[in-house]
């Protein structure tokens, strides 16, 4: 539930009172500019040297002015016109003056502007104050809004996800259905002495579904939710983010029994510095200590679950994991084939398929996408079978969305030379060739020489055929052969080679790293881990640091091995491409012409790879 905007609507009470203050206030203004026009100040001296001479006729006192009416005979330039002056009460001489020279004098009561005027001044002065103040609150709310948090509370009547619009998380659904049933049926716990746990704690890679998971459990549960950031809690000013803590858990309390959930808890719960480092006066720090004191406040019999999600547990303080407090976590994984499956039903319910397009295929296609990834693959899908003014979305919309989203976006107005796309092509026939040469590696389902992404000028795409959790050496000595393969067809075919390698060299040493300094896959190094962990276990968060912590001697010794071990992938792809060079230049022919090989076209190709036998050996 969104919060009510505080911009004036139209032609509200608020609006139109904004209008005539303006207005009194512009009013007031050509009011004085116009009485000042109209008027002329004479001295006080000069005023009593006219009434001796006899050109003044009458006089008007309206309040501490004179207005001076001058005889008709009087010279030119004062007949006619009024004059003002200020009038000084105590100049006795001046009424003695006006008498005996028969001047007609009246002093007017003080009008209703003069008598209330200074209140009236006053009043419009605050008031603007205040809507200047009220308007900087606005656009920095940090001050005002120290006693509030940013949380959305949603009822549990906005709430239509349930569990059956979660898929691919089967596991973790079973995990979390015992807060439901204790939200509605507490007594069935408590009666027995157990304690349902304090807070849940959601850990998997972004796009997983946690927050939508969190949802579902109130949706369930037909229970308040509230919804906050961990963002939300971390202000410049000390002392912000404990004081919305306290006021959600208050909030939270008088709508018990209720979720709270807080999306990014490592925005505030990461591991807290020692006090020589920095910490212990900090506000994240402040915040986080807030958050262990509400959750040791309260029991199971209070109604309250707090639930929190982050892809980021390795940096989370000990304290929150402790039991008691977020002691238990369930794990949002990606999801295999078949949760890939259900997800792909799921979304495909609002869009218009046509008959022939097969999920399994798809999910096939998008081995280690997350939720939101397919999610987004379907709706791209949509976007661009409505761009062709198709009535059905096809799997060709659902193949071009699944490579927009690897490779990135199609650039055919990017011009390449005949020459830059000789070599383009020749580069991933290569790959595709490396590939089909080793049965250990994964199958090439599409070449295309048509530039994608931001530095992508053709790609080779492999899918594997089902979900790997484990890769042998095999497996990845034949990975470093194909990436290896497009450079190796380039010093081939031609007198020189190119930049287009770049990436493929990067990832092949980065595999080859990794295979010797942490996978334990060389004899001669052995099972030793010796490079720092820079990711978590989703594979993200990195961290500086030394590559190696190892003595100078075995950093060469790990080096030594890496170089063996890329030099004869390097010397197994270029036999490949030299067995199979007749091929390679008829595929580049053909690719050239149509830009892309896949289907029957790409497989009759790929069927007639020589494949050799490999010289790599088990261990380097």
């Given amino acids: 539930m969104t919060a009510p905007s505080k911009e004036p609507k139209e032609n509200s009470p608020e609006k139109i009172g904004y209008w005539l203050l303006g207005a009194l206030l512009v009013i007031g203004a050509v009011f004085i500019i116009f009485k000042e026009a109209i008027s002329t100040h004479i001295p006080w001296t000069l005023l009593k040297q006219h009434i001796r001479d006899g050109e003044v006729a009458a006089l008007e006192l309206d309040g501490e002015l004179l207005n001076i009416s001058y005889a008709n005979d009087a010279p030119s330039e004062r007949a006619n016109t009024v004059k003002q002056s200020v009038y000084v009460p105590n100049d006795t001489e001046f009424l003695s003056l006006v008498e005996s020279q028969s001047v007609q004098f009246e002093a007017l009561p003080p009008s209703f502007f003069e008598r209330y005027g200074p209140i009236f001044h006053t009043v419009i ?41 979660v898929a691919g998380v089967d596991e973790a659904i079973e995990e979390v259905q015992e807060l439901v049933d204790f939200l509605k049926n507490p007594a069935k716990f408590t009666g027995l002495g157990g304690k349902i746990p304090k807070g ?3 850990v998997g890679p972004p796009g997983t579904g946690k927050t939508l998971l969190a949802r579902a459990i109130a949706g369930e549960a037909d229970v308040p939710f509230f919804r906050a950031s961990g963002s939300d809690f971390v202000e410049l000013y000390v002392g912000v983010g404990a004081s919305r803590v306290r006021d959600l858990f208050k909030k939270a309390r008088e709508q018990a029994p209720c979720i709270i959930f807080v999306d990014e808890l490592d925005a505030i719960g990461k591991t807290r510095q020692s006090a020589s480092i920095g910490g212990g006066s900090e506000e994240r720090e402040q915040t986080l200590n807030q958050i262990l004191v509400e959750l040791d406040g309260f029991d199971g019999r209070s109604g309250i679950i707090m639930i929190a999600a982050t892809n980021r547990p390795e940096s989370l303080d000990k304290a929150l994991l402790r039991p008691g407090r977020f002691d238990r976590q369930v794990l ?16 495909a319910q609002n869009i218009v398929l046509d008959e022939t397009v097969d999920l399994e295929r798809c999910a ?67 790959h595709a060739i490396c590939a089909a040469a080793n049965p250990a590696s994964d199958p090439v389902h599409k070449i295309s020489i048509i ?33 290896y393969g497009g450079r190796m067809a380039e010093a081939e075919f031609f007198s020189h080679i190119t930049t ?39 594979g993200i968060g990195t961290n500086s640091g030394p590559a190696w912590s190892c003595s100078t001697d075995m950093a060469q010794e790990l080096e030594k091995a890496r170089r063996g071990l890329l030099q004869e992938a390097h010397q197994e792809s270029l036999r490949i491409i030299q067995k199979n060079r007749l091929l390679l230049e008829e595929m580049k022919n053909v690719l050239l012409e149509k830009e892309i090989l896949d289907g029957e076209t790409l497989q009759m190709y790929l069927q007639r790879v020589q494949g050799i036998q490999s010289t790599l050996s088990i261990d380097v």
Wanted: with cysteine; net charge neutral; charged share 25%.
């Fill in 332 to 347: 949002v994984d990606l999801p295999d084939i078949n949760g890939r499956i259900k997800i792909l039903e799921v979304h």
């Fill in 364 to 430: 096939q296609l998008t081995t280690g996408f997350s939720g939101a990834d397919l999610a987004n693959i379907l709706n791209e899908a949509a976007l661009l079978a409505a761009r062709q003014d198709k009535t059905a979305v096809d799997f060709s919309d659902i193949e071009a969305a699944i490579e927009r989203n690897i490779a990135g976006l199609e650039k055919r107005s990017k011009r390449l030379s005949d020459k830059e796309r000789n070599i383009i092509a020749v580069h991933e026939c290569g």
């Fill in 125 to 165: 002065i605050l008031g603007f104050i205040f809507y200047i103040l009220s308007r900087l609150q606005q656009l920095n709310p940090s001050r005002s809004a120290i006693k509030n948090v940013n949380a959305q509370v949603d009822e549990s009547r906005h709430l239509p996800i349930r569990f059956s619009d």
């Fill in 500 to 538: 287009g390698a770049a990436d493929d060299i990067r990832r092949a040493t980065e595999l080859a790293t990794r295979m010797v300094t942490e996978l334990g896959m060389s004899e001669q190094i052995g099972t030793v881990s010796y490079q720092e962990r820079r990711n978590n276990s989703f």
């Fill in 200 to 202: 849940v704690l959601l």
């Fill in 451 to 483: 530039p994608r992404g931001i530095g992508a000028l053709g790609y080779t795409l492999q899918t594997p055929q089902e979900d790997r959790q484990l890769y042998n050496t095999a497996e990845l000595k034949a990975r470093l052969v194909t990436l």
